[in-house]
């Protein structure tokens, strides 16, 4: 495995399309774009602002520990979609789903103070900072069908998925609703899952999403997760 998840996710897109063969439909209709029936895979690097909460929770109970935040952050962030297969043969089906693979990066170090207290936020010289991947079959719906000519360039859509994810986080959090207050040492890469929901507008080749990711891992008897919230920028590559 590749020491880093930058490398594991480039490797991971590598192993996707090097040996994928995409076959095109016979009979398509002239309406219908990559916009908003894609039919190959597509490549999107963009940059994301967003909200982060990174929480230690006790896996029995999912009672929250502690939670590091930050109110606002810029990162780059870099999403692979598979073709989209819809649950209808019609040109103007407007649901379907397909595989997402994306990796960011976090960093939050501002602590929060209790859940009574939660909008009390102090940097007490801890922060947590890493990296994640995850695979998700994304379930979504289309509000611009493709068969619309006066819009066959634009893609309004939402979805939601479950799926695999992979976490590699370090750093050090205190936990204030545990009494004794102590301060954990954070050294965490392993696999997990992920949530993810998203609303989406896509015109030609440029993406606006505003979504919601949740990776989750647990370690012995500790859940790891990071809320992020936020809104992302990119431009589609069509692979």
Not at 8 to 24: D, K, N, R, W
Request: proline share 6%; aromatic share 12%.
């Amino acid at each position: 495995m590749p020491n880093s998840l930058p490398a594991l996710f480039c490797t991971l897109i590598l192993y996707v399309l090097c040996p994928t063969v995409q076959s095109q439909p016979a009979d398509v209709s002239s309406a219908i774009t990559p916009s908003t029936r894609l039919d190959g895979y597509k490549l999107i690097p963009g940059s994301s602002t967003k909200q982060l909460t990174f929480t230690v929770k006790n896996a029995a109970d999912n009672k929250k520990a502690g939670a590091l935040t930050e109110e606002m952050q810029h990162s780059p962030n870099i999403i692979l979609a598979s073709p989209y297969r819809y649950f209808s043969d019609e040109p103007n089906s407007n649901s379907g789903w397909y595989i997402e693979y994306a990796f960011s990066t976090f960093s939050v170090s501002r602590q929060e103070l209790g859940e009574d207290n939660s909008g009390n936020l102090l940097d007490m010289g801890t922060r947590v900072s890493g990296e994640y991947l995850y695979m998700t079959p994304v379930f979504f719906y289309e509000f611009l069908p493709g068969g619309d000519t006066a819009r066959k360039n634009e893609s309004l859509k939402m979805g939601a998925g479950v799926g695999i994810g992979y976490q590699r986080i370090k750093g050090d959090i205190y936990l204030t609703e545990q009494l004794p207050v102590r301060r954990l040492n954070v050294d965490i890469n392993k696999p997990g899952y992920a949530i993810s929901v998203f609303f989406e507008y896509t015109i030609n080749n440029y993406m606006l999403r505003a979504r919601g990711n949740t990776p989750i891992t647990t370690h012995g008897e500790t859940q790891f997760n990071v809320y992020e919230f936020g809104l992302d920028i990119g431009y589609v590559i069509s692979l």
